[in-house]
Nanobody
């Protein structure tokens, strides 16, 4: 059974940085063979994908509003997913989640990111 545990969120001023981590527990095969992504959900909005990474880490894609500021990466050996967030803006405030893209497992609790202006 897959479990996803996000961490690394917090309160930061605009222009600051945070690094989110996602621990994937379950089959190593499942992790390293699936496209993974970071999602976020702000109050009153739907959860949306902001960054994705191919199974081998060679290819990444970003939602337009985070391009050039966020970097997604993964460590297949340790089944970890990361999101480096730089130059944070108040509109980045949301709960951040990790999950697959083509395969969606049960959602973790997420990690709250709050950016003050």
């Amino acid at each position: 059974q897959v479990q996803l545990v996000e961490s690394g969120g917090g309160l930061v001023q605009a222009g600051g940085s945070l690094r989110l981590s996602c621990a994937f527990s379950g089959s190593n095969f499942r992790f390293r063979t699936n496209v993974m992504g970071w999602y976020r959900q702000a109050p009153g909005t739907q959860r949306q994908s902001v960054a994705t990474i191919s199974s081998d880490g060679a290819s990444t894609n970003y939602e337009d509003s985070v391009k050039g500021r966020f970097t997604i990466s993964r460590d297949n050996a340790n089944t970890m997913l990361y999101l480096q967030m730089n130059n944070l803006k108040p509109e980045d405030t949301a709960v951040y989640y990790c999950n697959g893209i083509d395969v969606i497992w049960g959602w973790g609790q997420g990690t709250q990111v709050t950016v003050s202006s």
